[in-house]
Each structure stands twice: as structure tokens, then as C-alpha cells.
């Protein structure tokens, strides 16, 4: 019930009941002039006792409602500042879920892109990092400790597909891309309708995979013993879970 409609409530009942104990004061006073006199005090101060209780009461709600009403819009802020924050993490998980797919395709064909490995990259446990703050605000204001588990699960996906992923894009990859340049030089190729040879994908042909099979094989058997695929998905997967729990809780106030 609102503030307004619980003072009209309450104004409304005291009114009758005033009216009541005047009636009933009156009646058992037998209704001379200094019975209605006093019939008249005591209903007044009956009636002002009620209204100074009631002032009370509305005043306590007020200030109940308006410290609700704040550590709602505090609830609002540091919830909107994870989600904002969550944006580049995810678009950098995605980045490098992407760009490992592609290099583990240089089994079946050959992958030359040096931006893979030059590329801009956000620090991605730092980003993360950066999101506790808000996090820990939050949980103490809400005294629920489930946001701190969620940020503590995307850290230590983050942390684990990072180092992995490091390793397949200045080690193996690397490796690979080294070999296949030092081959064109070597053989002073002209690769047709390829301005930069740093960028492109195209089948194998002639000894390209023969030449590249030692590289093609620790990419190969990297993937397999890292298991960088599943830590991938469920990196993602906990950076969708702290995603859902906070917009979940960035509903309207009813």
C-alpha cells in the first residue's frame, strides 16, 4: 500500500472514530452543555494524539521507502557497471575462441594470418580484475555472496584460457608461420590474387603440408592435450552466467 492511499486510510478511520467516542461520550454523559463541552476536549485530544501518530508513522515510512528507493539505484549502478564491463571480455573471449578454431584448421588447409598473433589484445585478467570492486559493493549491500563465486569462476576460466591460448598463438602458431615464410622466401613463391601473403587461407599444394607436417603436428597435438576447445566453452559459459545474474536483477522497481 501506498504512502498516500495508508494516510487517507488511516485519516478516514480516525475520523470515525472520533465521531464514535464524541457520540458515545456525549450519550453517556447525558447530553448537558458542560458534558458536551468536555465531550468536545477529550475527543479533541483523542483526535490530536491519533494525529501526531499517525504524522509519526508516515514520516518513519517516508524515510523506509526513500532508503529503499536508494539502495535500489546503488543496486542499479554497480550492477550496470559489471554488465558494462562484462562487454569486452566477452568480445575478447570470442575473438580468441574464433582465431583458435581457424588455426586448428591448418590440418586441413593452410592458414596465414599474422594477425592473429599482432593483433590488439585486451588483458583479459585484468579486465576481470577490475569487475571486483563493483562486486564486492554489491554483495555487501545485498549480503548474498553468489556474485563473488560467478567472478571468481570467469577468473579462473579466464586465467586458464589465456595461458592456453598464449601458448598456441607464440608457440605453435608461430612456429608454423615462421616455417611457411621462411619456405617462401626460399622458393620466391608468387601466391596469385594474394597481395599480403600474411593474410590468406587456401588449400595446400605441392610439399606445402609436407614441409609444414612437424608444425601442423604440435598444433594438432596441443589442441588435443590442452583441451583448449572445452576451456573455451566453458569460459564463456561463466562469463553468460555473471551476465544473466546481473541483468536478472536490473529489472524496473515496481
Not at 96 to 105: L, P, T, V
Not at 222 to 244: G, Q
Amino acid at each position: 500500500m501506498s504512502i498516500s492511499k495508508l494516510a487517507s486510510t488511516v485519516i478516514l478511520a480516525t475520523s470515525f472514530a472520533t465521531i464514535f467516542l464524541f457520540a458515545f461520550i456525549f450519550y453517556l454523559y447525558g447530553g448537558e452543555r458542560s458534558v458536551l463541552e468536555d465531550a468536545l476536549s477529550m475527543t479533541a485530544s483523542f483526535f490530536g494524539g491519533i494525529a501526531t501518530l499517525v504524522a509519526a508513522y508516515i514520516a518513519t515510512q517516508l524515510f523506509n521507502d526513500w532508503r529503499v528507493e536508494k539502495n535500489y539505484d546503488l543496486e542499479n549502478q554497480y550492477l550496470s557497471n559489471i554488465v558494462i564491463g562484462l562487454r569486452d571480455i566477452h568480445a575478447e573471449l570470442l575473438e580468441m575462441q574464433y582465431c583458435s578454431k581457424r588455426i586448428k584448421e591448418t590440418n586441413d588447409k593452410l592458414i596465414s594470418y599474422s594477425y592473429y598473433i599482432n593483433r590488439p589484445r585486451l588483458d583479459i585478467q585484468s579486465a576481470v580484475n577490475k569487475l571486483k570492486a563493483d562486486v564486492e559493493i554489491y554483495s555487501m549491500l545485498m549480503g548474498d555472496n553468489e556474485l563473488f563465486i560467478l567472478l571468481d569462476n570467469l577468473l579462473t576460466g579466464c586465467k586458464s584460457f589465456d595461458h592456453k591460448y598464449n601458448q598456441l598463438i607464440h608457440k605453435y602458431y608461430s612456429d608454423y608461420l615462421d616455417e611457411l615464410y621462411e619456405y617462401f622466401n626460399e622458393k620466391e613463391k608468387n601466391i596469385p590474387n594474394i597481395k599480403d601473403k600474411s593474410s590468406f587461407e587456401r588449400p595446400y599444394v605441392e610439399n606445402e603440408k609436407r614441409i609444414l607436417a612437424a608444425q601442423i603436428k604440435g598444433i594438432r597435438v596441443f589442441f588435443y592435450l590442452s583441451a583448449l576447445d572445452d576451456i573455451a566453452i566453458s569460459t564463456i559459459e561463466s562469463h553468460e552466467d555473471l551476465k544473466v545474474f546481473c541483468i536478472k536483477r536490473l529489472r524496473p522497481q515496481e
